[in-house]
Structure formats: structure tokens, C-alpha cells
């Protein structure tokens, strides 16, 4: 299986999504190798690489579960994980800590 960060990224533009701790992030646009992201911190955003995204989005499909840190998937942890939480047929494991996004079904 294989999606595109870039094309899914693309369909969450304009939308609020979350942190797993809750905390509203939005997804302004998508500019080449980048995705902007509006945070109450940086409200006209920030540039996180697509290809941090893709690489998280590909471990999460081969492994079926990611965690959602820095170290494993690099700065910018949390918006990558409200991305991936977005994908249809997830869910937030907030058992471990940190937590790990994980595909259902």
C-alpha cells in the first residue's frame, strides 16, 4: 500500500486537526517540498518538510504503528502525528508514553 503525504496533505488544507494532545494545528498550504502549519505559537505558520510526513506515513503502513516523538519521528513530532491521526482506519494508543498512532483493522 502506498499514499501520497503530499496529495493527503493537500486534502487537509483549511482544516483544524490535533495533536494527540489536543492542541489545534492548520495546515495553510502546501508549497512544493513543504507544508505550512499554523500553530497558536506561529499563527501565520511554519514550514515542516513533506518528506518528514511521507517517511512517518510510510513506517506507519509497513509497521502498522508509529511513535510519535522527535526521536522517532524527528521535530515537529506533533503535527506529524495529527496527520497521521487524520488517516482513515487509526487510532491514538495513548497507553505508552510517548504515544503511537496505530492502523486498525
Known amino acids: 500500500m502506498s499514499q501520497s503525504a503530499s496529495q493527503f ?10 495533536t494527540v494532545t489536543g492542541r489545534p ?3 495553510l ?3 512544493g517540498d513543504w507544508v505550512v502549519v499554523a500553530t497558536t505559537k506561529s499563527p501565520r505558520g511554519q514550514k515542516v518538510p513533506v518528506a518528514w510526513v511521507q517517511e512517518a506515513l510510510d513506517r ?6 508509529v511513535e510519535i ?8 513530532s ?3 502525528g495529527a496527520v497521521l491521526s487524520q488517516l482513515p482506519n487509526t487510532e491514538v494508543d495513548r497507553s505508552n508514553s510517548p504515544p503511537h498512532i496505530r492502523l486498525i483493522g
Open 60 to 65: 506507519l503502513l509497513t509497521d502498522r504503528a
Open 9 to 18: 496533505l493537500e486534502s487537509l488544507v483549511g482544516r483544524e486537526i490535533r
Open 29 to 31: 498550504r502546501v508549497d
Open 78 to 80: 506533533a503535527f506529524i
Open 69 to 76: 516523538s522527535v526521536a522517532s519521528v524527528r521535530y515537529r
Open 25 to 27: 494545528n492548520k495546515i
